[in-house]
């Protein structure tokens, strides 16, 4: 009886020390930062709504790892040290790429990931005139893919302001849109809107593309 005991201790004791042995590995401590970038600017997303993906190989668990992009264009990734490979994935408001980005994760490593957007919005800005927010801007068709769908004005209580965080939007379908010209948008500010202050944001849509491309979002003084 007693030599059960025994060999059902070392068994116990052999199972915690092997327990503990897998659960001390190194957690990954190297941060990647970067920005989805075109002609050096940081491309306006909505906040967690693209996706780039990391893979690395040499390994017996290869799996992607997914890296959502920041409404500013920014990314992060907590990593282990080695040799990845980025991909652009398709369905984002840029031309989808097969070619891959090395990226060499040696501590705090830093890359831009360069996009190739099928519109752009440029020269911005955002007015209050009586109830209304207005916007001013210039859509230009930058890729030789894509059809443009419309454009949104979209208004909000905070920075994230998008597609599916707002209080009021308007859109302006592209048959009232010229490229390359100035257009003029306007938005009713909601009655129930009791700050200083709104956000508003442009998102320009391709046909049959999930995400827009957004402009800053930027705070308008309402007093």
Same mark, same amino acid.
């Given at each position: 009886?007693?030599?059960?005991?025994?060999?059902?201790?070392? =068994?116990? &004791?052999?199972?915690?020390?092997?327990?503990?042995?897998? $659960?001390?590995?190194?957690?990954?401590?190297?941060?990647?930062? %970067?920005?989805?970038?075109?002609?050096?600017?940081?491309?306006?997303?909505?906040?967690?709504?693209?996706? &780039?993906?990391?893979?690395?190989?040499?390994?017996?668990?290869?799996?992607?790892?997914?890296?959502?992009?920041?409404? !500013?264009?920014?990314? /992060?990734?907590?990593?282990?040290? %080695? $040799?990845?490979?980025?991909?652009?994935?398709?369905?984002?408001?840029?031309? #989808? =790429?097969? !070619?891959? &980005? !090395?990226?060499?994760?040696?501590? %705090?490593?830093?890359?831009?990931?360069?996009?190739?957007?099928?519109?752009?919005?440029?020269?911005?800005?955002?007015?209050?005139?009586?109830?209304?927010?207005?916007?001013?801007?210039?859509? *230009?068709?930058?890729? =030789?893919?894509?059809?443009? *769908?419309?454009?949104?004005?979209?208004?909000?209580?905070? +920075?994230?302001?998008? *597609?599916? +965080?707002?209080? #009021?939007?308007? #859109?302006?379908? #592209?048959? $009232?849109?010229?490229?390359?010209? @100035?257009? @003029?948008?306007?938005?009713?500010?909601?009655?129930?809107?009791?700050? !200083?202050?709104?956000?508003?944001?442009?998102?320009?849509? @391709? =046909?049959?593309?999930?995400?827009?491309? +957004? /402009?800053?979002?930027?705070?308008?003084?309402?007093?």
């Amino acid at each position: 009886m007693k030599t059960k005991i025994l060999l059902l201790s070392v =068994s116990i &004791i052999l199972f915690i020390f092997t327990g503990c042995q897998e $659960d001390n590995y190194d957690a990954p401590g190297s941060l990647l930062t %970067g920005r989805v970038v075109y002609n050096g600017e940081a491309v306006g997303v909505r906040s967690n709504g693209v996706q &780039i993906e990391l893979w690395q190989h040499g390994y017996a668990n290869f799996e992607k790892i997914p890296v959502y992009v920041n409404q !500013d264009g920014t990314f /992060s990734a907590v990593l282990f040290d %080695g $040799d990845y490979k980025l991909v652009r994935l398709a369905g984002a408001p840029w031309e #989808a =790429s097969t !070619d891959s &980005i !090395d990226v060499e994760v040696r501590g %705090g490593t830093t890359v831009d990931v360069p996009v190739v957007p099928f519109f752009n919005v440029e020269n911005v800005s955002f007015s209050k005139s009586g109830g209304n927010v207005t916007a001013t801007f210039t859509v *230009n068709k930058v890729s =030789s893919q894509g059809t443009l *769908n419309r454009v949104v004005l979209y208004l909000g209580k905070n +920075y994230l302001t998008d *597609n599916g +965080y707002n209080i #009021a939007s308007v #859109a302006l379908p #592209a048959a $009232d849109i010229t490229l390359g010209a @100035t257009t @003029t948008l306007s938005v009713a500010i909601p009655a129930t809107v009791n700050t !200083d202050f709104i956000y508003a944001r442009v998102g320009v849509e @391709t =046909s049959g593309v999930g995400q827009l491309l +957004y /402009s800053t979002s930027e705070k308008v003084a309402l007093n």
